[in-house]
């Protein structure tokens, strides 16, 4: 269900607040590694609150992610990501997100915000769709959205990497997100 087939920018999703339910969502991310494949991964931890206007519009996203909880499947390389060299959780315990704008493209969404990691604040934009309304079989109503942005991850300082010997490096420096959240209406 996309904004261009309802009048109104109303996308057919109740007005009010929504929160993220994280049984029922991923924050993933993946990264090329050795130049020649990619480790996924994903935190089991976080919060989220959808505020949605009468002007679908001028609705907004507030998350907050703990980097305690990343996880690749590898207990030596999740524990490298939460050191000094990659995420620093010590000193740097949550990535949050705050949009300010949400704009129409094509049949879906740019959703636009502040990414801060490490305590380092940029500029992001998501690709968002907007997945559909439903009720549960207890009579909550939920809402489904998948967004994915791609980000330098030097740009929020986190710099470490190895060269390899036959050239290259160990890991890449192009992030993807991929988002797939349900949020229940409060």
Do not use: C
Request: glycine share 12%; charged share 20%; aromatic share 8%.
């Amino acid at each position: 269900m996309t904004i261009a087939a309802h009048t109104n920018n109303n996308p057919g999703i109740a007005t009010g607040v929504w929160t993220i339910d994280p049984a029922h969502s991923t924050v993933g991310f993946s990264v090329r590694h050795l130049m020649v494949s990619k480790v996924r991964g994903r935190f089991g931890a976080f919060t989220g609150t959808i505020t949605i206007a009468d002007n679908a519009l001028e609705s907004g996203l507030d998350a907050s992610v703990e980097m305690t909880s990343v996880d690749t499947g590898d207990a030596g390389r999740d524990g490298h990501l939460r050191g000094a060299d990659f995420l620093d959780v010590e000193t740097f315990p949550t990535m949050t997100f705050a949009s300010t704008s949400l704009n129409a493209v094509g049949g879906n969404y740019a959703l636009a915000g502040n990414l801060t990691i490490k305590g380092v604040t940029k500029p992001v934009t998501f690709a968002l769709e907007f997945d559909g309304v439903a009720t549960d079989p207890w009579g909550n109503t939920k809402a489904g959205f998948s967004a994915t942005a791609e980000i330098n991850r030097k740009d929020w300082g986190i710099e470490w990497n190895a060269v390899l010997e036959a050239g290259g490096v160990l890991v890449g420096e192009k992030v993807k997100i991929q988002l797939d959240i349900e949020a229940a209406k409060a």
